[in-house]
T-cell receptor
Framework: DAGVIQSPRHEVTEMGQEVTLRCKPI?????LFWYRQTMMRGLELLIY????????DSGMPEDRFSAKMPNASFSTLKIQPSEPRDSAVYFC?????????????FGEGSRLTVL | EDKVVQSPLSLVVHEGDTVTLNCSYE??????LLWYKQEKKAPTFLFML????IEKKSGRLSSILDKKELFSILNITATQTGDSAVYLC????????????FGKGTLLTVNP
């Protein structure tokens, strides 16, 4: 398997623009997580899905952020409008047995810079 | 609010040294504690611990959990330059819903 695939790897945009980050989880994994990583706050869970259904979105910072999972092999995280404080690395991770093993498989991240 | 605190924030050692990384936590409904290694990009899983006093071991890495004192340590013996990375501690808490809280990590640099 190719692992968790994220795109784009890097995005530079201007304040106010819409940003869409994409994720393809590992086939067969029924949990999908979106994390954000910054130097100040470390890794923060934004939202997670189980079987394509959002379970906990309490980490989504505000209404400018939204996430969807239309099918088992694709998820998006959208920021509209973007702000400079959204600059971070956004990770997608998937798992099929995290309750038993704690193992999440992370993608390589999307580095977002908002000017 | 759940808290995971790692120390030290950074550490520089020479190859062959032994290091101990610390993780303390305050969470409700503790389920498990996890260690991840983050090199340049994505974190990769090392260990999950659920019971106090039982050491998990993988090669030169080992970890143990103390649920009474609410901390865990990660030991790396005979360090190598390839061990240079950020080591992340995370605690899984909550009821039926997943809630994984990460510490900010310890940056380990192993010099030749």
């Amino acid at each position: 398997d190719a692992g968790v695939i994220q795109s784009p790897r890097h995005e530079v945009t201007e304040m106010g623009q819409e940003v869409t980050l994409r994720c393809k989880p590992i086939s067969g994994h029924d949990y999908l997580f979106w994390y954000r990583q910054t130097m100040m706050r470390g890794l923060e869970l934004l939202i997670y899905f189980n079987n394509n259904v959002p379970i906990d979105d309490s980490g989504m910072p505000e209404d400018r952020f939204s996430a969807k999972m239309p099918n088992a092999s694709f998820s998006t995280l959208k920021i509209q409008p973007s702000e400079p404080r959204d600059s971070a690395v956004y990770f997608c991770a998937s798992s099929w047995d995290y309750l038993d093993t704690g193992e999440l498989f992370f993608g390589e991240g999307s580095r977002l810079t908002v000017l | 609010e759940d808290k995971v605190v790692q120390s030290p924030l950074s550490l520089v050692v020479h190859e062959g040294d032994t290091v101990t990384l610390n993780c303390s936590y305050e969470v409700t409904n503790f389920r498990s504690l996890l260690w991840y290694k983050q090199e340049k990009k994505a974190p990769t899983f090392l260990f999950m611990l659920t019971s106090s006093g039982i050491e998990k071991k993988s090669g030169r890495l080992s970890s143990i959990l103390d649920k009474k004192e609410l901390f865990s340590i990660l030991n790396i013996t005979a360090t190598q330059t390839g061990d240079s990375a950020v080591y992340l501690c995370a605690v899984n808490s909550g009821g039926s819903n997943y809630k994984l809280t990460f510490g900010k990590g310890t940056l380990l640099t192993v010099n030749p």
